[in-house]
């Protein structure tokens, strides 16, 4: 396994003479831990294989560096990375059992045959497919045949990194929970430095430490799925993550107080300094607004329907023209559809042109 680091990395598919901001991945630094567990989360054509493949060099960039444990292999192959990948679709010899496939990435690098027994033992029981390690491949289900192709992926203990990318597509709805918690496991179990590639936060929440969000082609942050959740670093970020996503408003901003629709709403921190110029948003996640009865102090919204999401209640409402959602306590009944609501003001963020704005403590510290 190894440490990754990207050194102003990009890349156009048009060239590197192509305007930047066509580039399918816009330039970026960062580094990957080594035995991390990272998730690359996007929607679709957000740059996410594309990364991927530069880091396994099924791609050249056009720009920058990678390096490995701080070697330049910007220029060598997915082979010579030593690189394990797993694709959408099982990549499985059909004709022969499930232990021969699980033992042909080892056969291949010439691992000793008693080593190889061991490993392949070793991974089937993780991935319960002991039972089965006799049996020819083609037999199998298509969810079966996907768990050879991540044992595949997870059999040799001496590569740099194991890529994944949206590994679970073919598998069974009600399988994909139970293979996504064992993925956890084999990371804590096999100490590789493993990135996920998906579209799913749900799978990037519980399968990573680390999750990278990407959008048009650029990181826009890199945290824990609580990080993600708690001080979304980008307004898409707060959009994104989270279900609902976080509500986005304009408004104005001076000092200690945000003003919506003519209503203003206390602030922890101060926000002096705004860029001149910018577009001003406030972001709150709906689980940190409050529907209650209208009232002097709270800020007046319309109900338009309250989806039940089993354990929670979620309002959606309008404040004028904007949409908002916002959490229903329990027990909440109002007569009619206007109702107040009450914000946690160490909740409410303050984005400039899409991007989280520090702000100073009303002691004025950064
Ligand atoms: P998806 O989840 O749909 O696979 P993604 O986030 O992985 O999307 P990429 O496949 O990396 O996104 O695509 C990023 C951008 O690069 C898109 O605009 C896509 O059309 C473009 N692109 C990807 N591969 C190529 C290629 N081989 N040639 C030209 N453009 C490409």
């Not at 392949?120 to 089965?132: C, Q, S, Y």
């Not at 084999?186 to 990573?208: K, N, P, S």
């Not at 989270?242 to 304009?250: A, T, Y």
């Not at 945000?258 to 948003?281: K, S, W």
């Amino acid at each position: 396994m190894a440490r990754i680091d990207l050194v102003d990395l990009a890349h156009s598919y048009g060239g590197n003479a192509a305007a930047e901001e066509s580039f399918a991945l816009k330039p970026i630094s960062m580094t990957w831990r080594q035995g991390g567990a990272y998730a690359l989360l996007g929607p679709s054509g957000c740059g996410k294989t594309t990364l991927l493949n530069l880091i396994s060099g099924i791609v050249t960039p056009s720009r920058g560096k990678i390096l490995f444990d701080g070697a330049d292999i910007t220029r060598a192959t997915t082979q010579q990375r030593n690189i394990a990948q797993v694709f959408q679709f099982p990549v499985i010899y059909d004709t022969m059992t499930v232990g021969e496939n699980l033992a042909f990435p080892l056969k291949n690098r010439g691992v000793a045959r008693p080593e190889i027994e061991k490993r392949v033992r070793e991974i089937a029981e993780l991935l319960d497919l002991t039972p089965v390690l006799n049996r020819k491949a083609t037999r199998l289900t298509a969810d079966a045949k996907q768990k050879i192709s991540l044992g595949r992926g997870l059999v040799r203990s001496d590569v740099a990194a194991v890529l994944f990318d949206e590994p679970l597509t073919v598998i069974d709805p009600a399988l994909k929970w139970e293979l996504r918690s064992k993925l956890k496991a084999l990371h804590r179990a096999l100490d590789l430095t493993m990135i996920y590639v998906t579209h799913d936060q749900t799978e990037a929440l519980t399968f990573a430490d680390t999750v990278v969000v990407m959008h048009d082609g650029r990181v826009v942050q890199a945290g824990t799925p609580q990080q993600l959740f708690d001080r979304p670093e980008h307004t898409f970020v707060g959009y994104f993550i989270g279900s609902p996503g976080m509500n986005i408003v304009p408004a104005t901003v001076n000092g200690h107080e945000a003003v919506i629709d003519g209503h203003t709403i206390a602030l922890q921190r101060n926000y002096d300094a705004l860029p001149a110029g910018a577009r001003v948003e406030i972001g709150v996640r709906p689980e940190f607004v409050e529907v209650a009865a209208p009232a002097p102090g709270r800020l007046a919204a319309t109900i338009e329907r309250i989806d039940d999401l089993g354990r929670v209640r979620f309002a959606r409402v309008r404040i004028g023209d904007v949409k908002f959602a916002a959490r229903v306590p329990n027990g909440f009944s109002i007569p009619g559809s206007e109702a107040g609501l009450i914000f946690d003001p160490a909740r409410v963020h303050i984005y400039a042109d899409s991007r989280l704005v520090e702000g100073q403590d009303l002691e004025g510290r950064a």
